[in-house]
Structure formats: C-alpha cells, structure tokens
C-alpha cells in the first residue's frame, strides 16, 4: 500500500535526544550504568503516553517498554522494535550541540568548537550519498549521539505516523529502549516474559539500506600465568619469570594476519585487551571474533598451542586459558525464521530503497536477543562514525528508516 506522505517527526525528536547525556559507565556495577540514563528514558515514555500508548513505562533497571495496540483483526504475530538510550564511554556525550548542515552540497564540514574535527568525503566516503540531505553533527567536543539515538527517533516516528494514520493496519507492535548497550549488557535485564514478543528488531544500523543478519561469533580468553619467584641474586636455573612468559606469548602471535588491524569482511581475529603481572603471576586478556564455530574452534586452539609451546621453555610454571562465550552470531537463529529478515528486506524496498543484506564486525542487543528466544535482525538507522566527535546522520536516512519500520509493521499484518 502506499501511505500519505507523512509529517516526520523524527528529526526534531533527534535533536532533542542528543541533548540528554546518557553516556554509560562499563565500570559501573548497576543497571543503568548511569543514573542519567534514566533522564532520556523519562522523556521517551512521557511522549509515548502523551501520544496514548497507555503502557508505556520505564522499570527500576531503566528499560523502556511499550506497546501500540493492534488494529488488525488478524491474528499477527508480536513484533518487537529495539533501540539503546546509552551512548559510548569512548567520547563524551556531556552537553551536546547538533548543528543541521542543510542541502549539504560535498564541501568539508568544519566542526565550530574543535576546527581540527573535520568531516571531507575522503575520510567519509558515505558523505558522498548525501548530496543534496540535510546532515546532523555535533560541534566538534562531543559525539553526537546517533548510535543509538537516531533509531530512538525513528521508532518514535513510526509509532507516531502508525497513531495518526489508522488505516494503516498492523498487529501489536511492542518497543522496547535499553540502556548499557555500549558496554555490553543492554539486554540483561530485560524482561522476556514481559516483553512478549515473538520477532523483534533492533534500528541500530549505519548506511541506508543495510539488513544485517549476521555478527560475530564472541568469546572471551583469560591465560593465567604462575611462574617461579626466586630471589633474583640466587635465581639461575630456579626462576621462571611470569612477566617474559607474558612476552613470549606475545611475541608468538600471528602478526600478518588474525589481528583486528589486518583483517575485515568475515576474516577473524585474536586480539589481546590487556595485560597485568608481577615476577610471579600474570594474566593476559582477549577477545577472539569469528563468523563460524569452526572459525572459533580455530582460534581457541591456536591460542592454546601457543600455550602449550611457551610452556616448553618455562616447564615449571602453570599456563592456563580461560574461554567465556561473550555472544554469538544471530544468523544461527534467524535462519530458523528466514521470514523474519526477507519482510525487512522487502520492507526497505517499499521504501524507495535499495535493501543490501550484510554482517556487522561486532554485537548487537539483538544478537543476544536472538538466543533469548526474540530472533532480531537489525536494520541501518543510518548513524555514521559512531563513537566519535565525527559522528553523523542524515534526516532523510532517518526518515527512510521510519518508513521501513512503517511497512514492516504492514508486511507482518498483510502476511498473517
Ligand atoms: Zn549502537
């Protein structure tokens, strides 16, 4: 069907979000993070009841639920839409000023209160589809906030247009806004019961047009390392240095290939996080990234080979490696509903757009969902160099994000 043209929203919302610090804190132990992070959730909930969607509510841990009633009287299955209200620890997020950079016609864009912050299409090259859009910054001392906040506009949006267009048929559409995405725990306490839902997704994308329903397979890696001490004077042929068996396991490493610096597409890597030590003990931390088990199998076992190599060396000291499952990739699941992605894909396409099925190098709050029973693809919410003061967002990619989750919402309720 086509819809009215409809009188956006989500651009003022946008600009209003970004205003509202919500930055996360990964060494936090609570949920939220942040108390502030709560401030931004007050707001969204006041305008969805102001709106009339009369469930809408915030819980104690600072998730956001909600729930736009059916006007179907078909039997359509939940659907689930998914956004994050932090934004990331990497760079500030304290008292941001968006400036709309109207027609943007190619030219740099220079950030006002940083001039070094400098937007070219040479460092950017997704600027150059935007010829002629309305681009969104910051001024240049803080990110701006589109990682998650333009996806918190879009659904906005799109349940405002599906409120003041009801002829537009679709079944129960849930929301839900998460906080402490950025830091890796936007989905731990969510309330699966109370959500409800049966197929969601999540509006954290970047370049217009993207469905993404793949992402890395995550694991984490801790080698912990008890040498022999011996007082340094009277030490030869005793003492087995933790710190140099930290070095050499190091040093073992795949350098050309496997790291995060040499690789890209669907290549994984082995990425040391941290190290800490003394003579006796020390403990070195990873990350290991793959699109495929066997791919992870893989790295598990090259990191223990070298383990098992360094150890020859060092023979009476203990070498242990630790794995924790981080997340999984969600394709996994979603291939168990290949609806669930083929109505996104056609749903961009009703847009007006070209949909380009993808995978993310890295996470997402639906990767994790999907495992928790809600398979969740994710799709662009057109965000660009997140987590930096360079980060930007058009309103017309914003717009098109909301027509697609407008016809998302349709497609389910015409399949049914
Ligand atoms: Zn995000």
Not at 46 to 53: R, Y
Not at 224 to 240: C, D, Q
Request: glycine share 6%.
């Amino acid at each position: 069907m086509n819809f009215p043209p409809f009188k956006y929203t989500a651009a003022e919302r946008f600009l209003h979000y970004v205003t509202i610090d919500t930055q996360s804190d990964p060494t936090s132990p609570t949920t939220p993070s942040t108390e502030k992070q709560k401030n931004l959730g007050k707001i969204l909930v006041q305008e969805l009841l102001d709106m009339g969607i009369s469930d809408a509510h915030m819980d104690e841990h600072c998730y956001v639920y909600a729930t736009l009633p059916s006007n179907s009287d078909k039997e359509v299955p939940v659907i689930c839409f998914c956004s994050h209200m932090d934004t990331s620890p990497d760079c500030s997020g304290e008292n941001v000023k968006p400036i709309v950079h109207k027609s943007y016609a190619g030219d740099k864009i220079v950030l006002p209160l940083d001039p070094a912050q400098v937007l070219t299409v040479a460092d950017h090259p997704a600027l150059a589809d935007q010829i002629g859009n309305d681009i969104i910054t910051a001024s240049g001392d803080t990110l701006l906030g589109a990682d998650n906040k333009a996806g918190l506009a879009e659904i906005m949006d799109a349940v405002y247009q599906l409120i003041n267009h009801p002829e537009i048929k679709h079944g129960d559409i849930r929301i839900l806004f998460t906080p402490d995405e950025e830091i890796g725990r936007g989905v731990d306490k969510v309330d699966m019961k109370k959500l409800g839902a049966k197929f969601g997704y999540t509006m954290d994308g970047e370049t217009l047009g993207h469905v993404e329903d793949e992402n890395f397979n995550a694991k984490s890696a801790v080698i912990n390392i008890t040498g022999v001490s011996a007082h340094p004077g009277f030490a030869k042929g005793k003492m087995e240095n933790a710190i140099k068996i930290q070095q050499a396991i190091l040093q073992a490493l795949p350098i050309h290939t496997l790291s995060p610096e040499t690789t890209d597409g669907k290549q994984p890597f082995i990425h040391p996080t941290a190290v800490k030590g003394n003579l006796e003990n020390a403990e070195l931390s990873f990350i290991l990234r793959s699109f495929t088990r066997e791919e992870m199998d893989r790295l598990e076992d090259i990191l223990e080979a070298i383990c098992v190599r360094v150890n020859k060396d060092f023979p009476n000291s203990k070498l242990e490696v630790i794995f924790k499952e981080q997340y999984r990739n969600m394709k996994e699941k979603l291939d168990e509903f290949p609806q669930v992605v083929d109505y996104a894909m056609e749903a961009v396409t009703r847009a007006g757009v070209t949909p380009i099925r993808t995978s993310i190098r890295g996470g997402t709050d639906g990767s994790r969902l999907s495992f928790m029973g809600l398979p969740c693809p994710n799709i662009f919410a057109g965000e660009h160099a997140f987590h930096s003061k360079q980060e930007w967002v058009s309103i017309q990619d914003m717009e098109r994000a909301v027509d697609t989750i407008v016809h998302l919402a349709v497609i389910w309720e015409e399949k049914s």
